[in-house]
T-cell receptor, first 114, second 113 residues
Framework: EAGVTQSPTHLIKTRGQQATLRCSPI?????VYWYQQALGLGLQFLLW???????NRGNFPPRFSGRQFPNYSSELNVNALELEDSALYLC?????????????FGQGTRLTVV | QKEVEQDPGPLSVPEGAIVSLNCTYS??????FMWYRQYSRKGPELLMY????GNKEDGRFTAQVDKSSKYISLFIRDSQPSDSATYLC?????????????FGSGTQLTVLP
């Protein structure tokens, strides 16, 4: 069974540009979570999507946004990139009604803003 | 003050040693406690989770929770070089509406052969 897949693996953008990161959940999973892992800061919760709706949002500015498609895959968009947005962005998925203890993470997308 | 504090290390131990990894948390609403292992350039993988105070054992790993002191620990017995990774503690409240995990910053562990 395929795990959570994220693309691209690496992304280099210039300050002010927009970045789009993609996530395909495990088959049968309907919830997708996005986390930011900046150096030395641990994982910070960004967004939670379930059944196509945004259910919860972390303490990040509005230029961080996303969506979930009918096939439950998800996209994270970061507008007006800043240098401090450089981080590993991790996606996790969980089954319908599943708890956080059933969430599995992908390998992440390493975003570098120069 | 962060809601979950974790000593970042780095921590180096010889093979076979007992490793103790620790976190403290400040929010009494946190009810579930989890430990993740993250190898370099990989996503975190769930090692163990526990709800109640006390110990939970899984092979060489033991998770310990003391809710009265808001202290959680992970013990690794007979540590192996393959255990070298960053270990992250995480927690969330019982409420299902939040769903967000609050993580510690991670402890980098190296087990020397």
């Amino acid at each position: 069974e395929a795990g959570v897949t994220q693309s691209p693996t690496h992304l280099i953008k210039t300050r002010g540009q927009q970045a789009t990161l993609r996530c395909s959940p495990i088959s049968g999973h309907t919830s997708v979570y996005w986390y930011q892992q900046a150096l030395g800061l641990g994982l910070q919760f960004l967004l939670w999507y379930d059944e196509g709706e945004e259910r919860n949002r972390g303490n990040f500015p509005p230029r961080f946004s996303g969506r979930q498609f009918p096939n439950y895959s998800s996209e994270l968009n970061v507008n007006a990139l800043e240098l401090e947005d450089s981080a590993l962005y991790l996606c996790a998925s969980s089954p319908p009604g599943g708890a956080n203890t059933e969430a599995f993470f992908g390998q992440g997308t390493r975003l570098t803003v120069v | 003050q962060k809601e979950v504090e974790q000593d970042p290390g780095p921590l180096s131990v010889p093979e076979g040693a007992i490793v103790s990894l620790n976190c403290t948390y400040s929010n009494s609403a946190f009810q579930y406690f989890m430990w993740y292992r993250q190898y370099s350039r990989k996503g975190p993988e769930l090692l163990m989770y526990t709800y109640s105070s006390g110990n939970k054992e899984d092979g060489r790993f033991t998770a310990q929770v003391d809710k009265s002191s808001k202290y959680i620990s992970l013990f690794i017995r007979d540590s192996q070089p393959s255990d070298s990774a960053t270990y992250l503690c995480a927690t969330f409240p019982f409420s299902g509406s939040a769903r967000q995990l609050t993580f510690g910053s991670g402890t980098q562990l190296t087990v020397l052969p």
